[in-house]
């Protein structure tokens, strides 16, 4: 079985990079860009585009705004890569209470239909 901690590491925070990516692109930003700004590589960013990083879970409407005015915020220089710890773990936050990490940990971790073990703590 694998803890929630670890659904995170492998799946949740690679689609929040991805779907940042794909957003920062869409603004016009490239790729040596947004990986510096991510500090992440080049090509790493190369594979969150091309959905061979990240891809796979679909985030709700909610979840896909915080990233996109997150994306918004770098773009314009509101935002800079001191906030991608912070604005990633808020958004990882609401993931998890949005189900998707129940879901997901059902998915991947062969979890108990009747697990709680997600709903441990709750969002600021």
Known sequence: MKPPCEIVVWYIIPAIRSELAKSLLNLGMKQKKISELMDITQPAVSQ???????SGIQFNDDVKKLIHE??????????????????TCYICKRIKTADVLCQIHKEKGQIPVDCKACLGSEVD
């Open 48 to 54: 969150y585009l091309t959905d061979k990083r990240g």
């Open 70 to 87: 997150f994306a918004n915020d770098l773009y314009e220089g509101k935002a800079d890569k001191s906030d991608i710890i912070s604005r």
